[in-house]
């Protein structure tokens, strides 16, 4: 069996697929008749030439990041207003 031979726009298609359209490496695989395989190397060589929202693992690593930094500031005014909460509620002497 011949190996395929696949050209940089069929491979540009195919990662913008993935990257801009939301699809998973087999979706994408699927639909073009390719290996996942082949479209998560494409993906990984490829994937910064695309262009537009980075999906994937580097895109949850900067939602985590965004959470938990917004975590520690909703802790921090949780802190704040029980504290005021404890000033408030004392009865003056």
Do not use: C
């Amino acid at each position: 069996m011949a190996r395929s031979r696949f050209n940089h726009e069929f491979k540009m298609s195919a990662v913008r697929l993935v990257r801009e359209q939301g699809y998973t490496v087999a979706q994408a695989a699927k639909s073009l008749g390719v290996s996942s395989g082949n479209v998560r190397g494409w993906v990984d060589k490829l994937g910064s030439q695309a262009g537009g929202p980075a999906t994937g693992e580097a895109a949850l690593r900067r939602q985590v990041q965004r959470l938990r930094q917004e975590n520690a500031r909703l802790a921090m005014e949780r802190d704040i207003l029980k504290k005021a909460a404890v000033f408030f509620a004392k009865e003056p002497s």
